[in-house]
């Protein structure tokens, strides 16, 4: 996979497009959001970034949990040395520092494929607790209400400094979309069969099939970042940007971690 490549974050960029483009995925990917406004920014500030090394430009996304815990994607960190990486969060733009915490350790899920981008999740311990800095947690799903947060056509919400159109820019500003969760026997689902696995959810938000332009969605530099819903006032990470065919492309929507998949996992892995 892409971040098997100790380079810069342009280089990781350029080795994203080519490798996913040789094998019909793309690195997933925030298409048609909005800027945050300054309370979203607030409310939402369990968003990070992960830096490598000196680069200014975050590589992938991610999401404060609690205690000393981040959750992203295991693409992103897959062979990547802890000490290499830095989590920021509260940037005021994609090169700003904002708080930034180093890393103590990196767990890629033991089962996660990089082939399928399968259990596609990893956990990242913090020098130190976000929340005594004001970041506030994103919360995991509960079993009771595992069925409510996953629900198809449920509303959710992605972040992202991602690229704004496929092979476009990255975002200068922290981005947010709302899409929907869609059935994998939607028509709007037009992937292999057996390409999306029980440890995966598709959401989107397609407008007119006939207007490809209009479409939501993650893309390049986006990884890794959470997808979260509301539900009776709190906020849960049901998914964790992780692949999809291309940007915004009518037919393939965004391809998703499901994160109740691994909430005993994360659990007895972290303590929370």
């Not at 996913?20 to 990917?29: C, I």
């Not at 048609?32 to 990070?48: A, D, I, P, T």
């Not at 993650?218 to 709190?234: H, K, L, Q, V, W």
């Not at 849960?236 to 971690?257: E, H, N, R």
């Amino acid at each position: 996979m892409i971040f098997q490549k100790k380079i810069n974050f342009i280089k990781i960029i350029e080795i994203m497009e080519t490798y996913f483009s040789n094998n019909m995925k793309l690195q997933s990917r925030i298409i048609n959001g909005n800027v945050l406004k300054q309370k979203q920014k607030k409310r939402f500030n369990f968003f990070g970034s992960i830096i490598y090394k000196n680069n200014k430009n975050p590589c992938c996304g991610g999401c404060y949990i609690g205690n000393n815990i981040f959750i992203s994607a295991a693409h992103c960190l897959y062979d990547i040395n802890a000490h290499d990486i830095t989590i920021q969060f509260n940037k005021k733009n994609i090169t700003a520092s904002g708080i930034s915490y180093t890393v103590q350790k990196i767990i890629i899920h033991p089962q996660f494929d990089e082939k399928t981008l399968n259990n596609d999740i990893a956990i990242v311990y913090l020098n130190g607790t976000p929340s005594s800095r004001g970041i506030n947690k994103l919360n995991l799903p509960p079993s009771p209400i595992v069925n409510i947060v996953n629900k198809v056509n449920r509303t959710a919400v992605i972040m992202g400094y991602g690229l704004v159109k496929n092979k476009g820019n990255s975002s200068y500003y922290l981005r947010m979309a709302r899409i929907k969760i869609i059935s994998r026997l939607s028509k709007m689902n037009k992937y292999h069969s057996g390409e999306i696995t029980d440890k995966m959810i598709l959401a989107g938000n397609f407008k007119k099939l006939s207007n490809p332009n209009d479409n939501k969605d993650a893309c390049i530099g986006d990884s890794g970042g959470p997808m979260f819903t509301n539900y009776e006032n709190r906020k849960y990470l049901i998914g964790l940007i992780s692949w999809g065919y291309q940007c915004a492309k009518d037919g393939y929507p965004g391809v998703y971690t499901k994160v109740s998949e691994f909430v005993s996992w994360i659990k007895n892995s972290t303590g929370i």
